[in-house]
């Protein structure tokens, strides 16, 4: 991630990754769990998968958390994940 972006850029880049990750993997298990060849995936979207961009983005912000959390760091530093 660039260095010096603002919370809200920081929010609305983490939320596009987060998206991009979700569509990944819809991608993944509607092709019976096998990638999507590269030069598939460059493609423009149709006007109904930009619908479903639209819909899973809009899943994403309704169901997401009401105040923020920390997530575990994991590593060779970090033994306590160990322990949990």
């Known amino acids: 991630m ?7 850029k920081r929010r609305r880049y ?9 569509v990944m993997a819809l991608n993944f298990w509607w092709s019976n769990n096998s990638f999507i060849p590269l030069e598939l995936l460059g493609r423009i979207p149709s006007p109904s998968q930009l ?8 899943l994403m912000l309704a169901d ?15 033994h306590f994940l160990t322990a949990c």
């Open 64 to 78: 997401g958390p009401v105040e923020p959390f920390e997530v575990l760091q994991s590593g060779r530093r970090f």
């Open 14 to 22: 983490h939320f596009k990754r987060a998206l991009h990750v979700i």
């Open 51 to 58: 619908r479903m961009f639209r819909r899973v983005a809009s």
């Open 2 to 8: 660039p260095l010096g972006l603002s919370s809200s």
